[in-house]
């Protein structure tokens, strides 16, 4: 489970379960376990309004450098 969280304020955006090794690019939507991001039309953006990512059909594409992760992976 990997709690991702804004590079700026460091408050919560997901919960999230990644499956593999590799770079986070984007979170898939039926893997997001708690979603605490605000939804602005297409744009994810944390409550301090540091935008996120971008919303797609099933998934999140994610603007690197924007947030941290931490946690452990699912092999």
């Known amino acids: ?3 991702i969280k ?3 304020c460091k408050r919560k955006i997901f919960r999230y379960v990644k499956i593999g090794k590799g770079k986070l690019w984007r979170c898939w939507k039926d893997r997001i376990v708690e979603d ?3 939804h602005d039309g297409n744009n994810i953006k944390c409550v301090c309004g540091n935008l996120i990512g971008f919303d797609g059909e099933k998934c999140i594409k994610l603007k690197q450098h924007t947030f941290i992760a931490s946690g452990t992976k699912t092999s």
């Open 1 to 3: 489970m990997l709690v």
């Open 6 to 8: 804004c590079q700026k």
């Open 36 to 38: 605490f991001s605000i």
